[in-house]
């Protein structure tokens, strides 16, 4: 049920050096044998699980409930049947994240998918082909497409390669790394807009519509000329020598124009 999900809790079992150290995809079974060796040998709550995921180089467990999350995270470390590297737990935000590729493989029909990756392995660096685990393989045209599930370093390189790798005599393009790349450049961006926004709201309230395209009333401005002052009894209104209230103007030139000789009168 939607209230039995909402409850689950991930734990990760990871080498103790992820990502540099990784579990072998012959690893990912063992371990989890020690760990139903361990619930055999008795536990402090009844411990449930929703499923069991393996990743390239990792592995994910649902656990039912936060007491389960809490032994599995307690007993990683010290798994008794389990001989290979030092292991470790993490939760939330520490899991890695879940990386798939689509790749067509030209020239490929009739070549097995062990064969196609062992050729990206021998060609490109720093791709762990050997962690690259198939979730889809067909056949079409005169090629193979594959979806793969990576892990974080070979994303990584591809990601630096320009989403392509190098295949028989050539290169090939990567499908599926530009939505990660694309969320990280818009999060990236959020703050920049957000405060050009904000200047283009103070100025706009600095000016009342935002923009001059209004007609400006200089009457209403108590403009004078040079030499008056509001108190020197000249330059007022009804003196003898004032010249005549100056034009409403807007943006168009030939007003402009008007008032610029008027003013020079």
Same mark, same amino acid.
């Given at each position: 049920?939607?209230?039995?999900?909402a409850k689950v809790v991930k734990v990760a079992i990871l080498p103790k050096e992820y990502p540099e150290i990784h579990l072998r995809p012959e690893?990912?079974?063992?371990?989890?044998?020690? &760990?139903?060796?361990?619930?055999?040998?008795?536990?402090? =709550? #009844?411990?449930?699980? %929703?499923?069991?995921? +393996?990743?390239?180089? *990792?592995?994910?467990?649902? =656990?039912?409930?936060?007491?389960?999350?809490?032994?599995?995270?307690?007993?990683?470390?010290?798994? #008794? !049947?389990?001989?290979?590297?030092?292991?470790?737990? =993490?939760?939330?935000?520490?899991?890695?994240?879940?990386?798939?590729?689509?790749?067509?493989?030209?020239?490929? !029909?009739?070549?097995?998918?062990? +064969?196609?990756?062992?050729?990206?392995?021998?060609?490109?660096?720093?791709?762990?082909?050997?962690?690259?685990?198939?979730?889809?393989?067909?056949?079409?045209?005169?090629?193979?497409?594959? !979806?793969? %599930?990576?892990?974080?370093?070979?994303?990584?390189?591809?990601?630096?390669?320009?989403?392509?790798?190098?295949?028989? +005599?050539? #290169?090939?393009? &990567?499908?599926?790394?530009?939505?990660?790349?694309?969320?990280?450049?818009?999060?990236?961006? &959020?703050?920049?807009?957000?405060?050009? !926004?904000?200047?283009?709201?103070?100025?706009?309230?600095?000016?009342?519509?935002?923009?001059?395209?209004?007609?400006?009333?200089?009457?209403?401005?108590?403009? /004078?000329?040079?030499? *008056?002052?509001?108190?020197?009894?000249?330059?007022?209104? %009804?003196?003898?020598?004032?010249?005549?209230?100056?034009?409403?103007?807007?943006? *168009?030139?030939?007003?402009?124009?008007?008032?610029? /000789?008027?003013?020079?009168?």
């Open positions: 049920t939607y209230a039995e999900t690893d990912l079974s063992l371990v989890e044998d020690a &760990v139903i060796h361990e619930i055999a040998l008795g536990t402090p =709550c #009844k411990v449930q699980f %929703g499923g069991i995921h +393996f990743r390239p180089g *990792h592995i994910i467990v649902d =656990c039912i409930d936060e007491e389960t999350a809490k032994w599995l995270s307690e007993i990683t470390p010290k798994l #008794k !049947t389990w001989k290979g590297v030092d292991l470790r737990a =993490c939760l939330g935000d520490e899991i890695p994240r879940a990386h798939n590729i689509t790749v067509f493989f030209p020239r490929s !029909t009739g070549k097995e998918d062990d +064969f196609i990756l062992s050729l990206v392995h021998a060609q490109n660096e720093g791709l762990n082909t050997n962690l690259w685990k198939v979730l889809r393989s067909k056949e079409e045209g005169p090629g193979r497409l594959l !979806t793969l %599930g990576i892990d974080e370093e070979s994303s990584t390189m591809i990601r630096k390669n320009g989403h392509t790798i190098f295949y028989r +005599f050539g #290169k090939i393009p &990567v499908q599926g790394l530009q939505k990660l790349e694309n969320e990280k450049k818009k999060t990236e961006e &959020v703050p920049e807009e957000t405060e050009m !926004t904000s200047e283009k709201a103070s100025l706009q309230g600095m000016s009342g519509e935002g923009s001059l395209s209004g007609s400006l009333d200089l009457t209403q401005l108590n403009l /004078q000329s040079p030499g *008056h002052s509001a108190g020197d009894g000249r330059g007022t209104g %009804g003196q003898r020598g004032r010249p005549p209230p100056p034009p409403t103007i807007s943006n *168009h030139g030939h007003q402009h124009h008007q008032w610029h /000789q008027w003013w020079r009168s």
